[in-house]
Nanobody, 122 residues
Framework: QVQLIESGGGLVQAGGSLSLSCAAS????????MGWFRQAPGKEREFVATISWSGSSTYYADSVKGRFTISRDNAKKTVYLQMNSLRPEDTAVYYC???????????????WGQGTQVTVSS
């Protein structure tokens, strides 16, 4: 089973920056996407960013585009999220994920980390 451990969360003032990391261990897979979601208290989980295996394709939510950058290092089995120009509305628990193979050709399995808290003060 895949284990994903996020780190780098914390408290930062509005306009500041944080860097999140998500390191995979245990049974991991090659050739699949990794990415990030976030969830604020009382709100639904929200997509943040995703990146392809090669890193050649990335996609961001409109709310973070131009401020956040996703990257990955496959040798370290780690995905990163660089967050700049942070706003109070970015406050949430951030969860990383890794996709893996499925018995069904048209689907994949998604594995989740435990989350790391990001708090942006105004």
């Amino acid at each position: 089973q895949v284990q994903l451990i996020e780190s780098g969360g914390g408290l930062v003032q509005a306009g500041g920056s944080l860097s999140l990391s998500c390191a995979a261990s245990g049974r991991t897979f090659t050739g699949y996407n990794m990415g990030w979601f976030r969830q604020a208290p009382g709100k639904e989980r929200e997509f943040v960013a995703t990146i392809s295996w090669s890193g050649s394709s990335t996609y961001y939510a409109d709310s973070v585009k131009g401020r956040f950058t996703i990257s990955r290092d496959n040798a370290k089995k780690t995905v990163y999220l660089q967050m700049n120009s942070l706003r109070p509305e970015d406050t949430a628990v951030y969860y990383c994920y890794e996709d893996g193979p499925s018995a069904a050709r048209s689907t994949t399995n998604r594995y989740w980390g435990q989350g790391t808290q990001v708090t942006v003060s105004s």
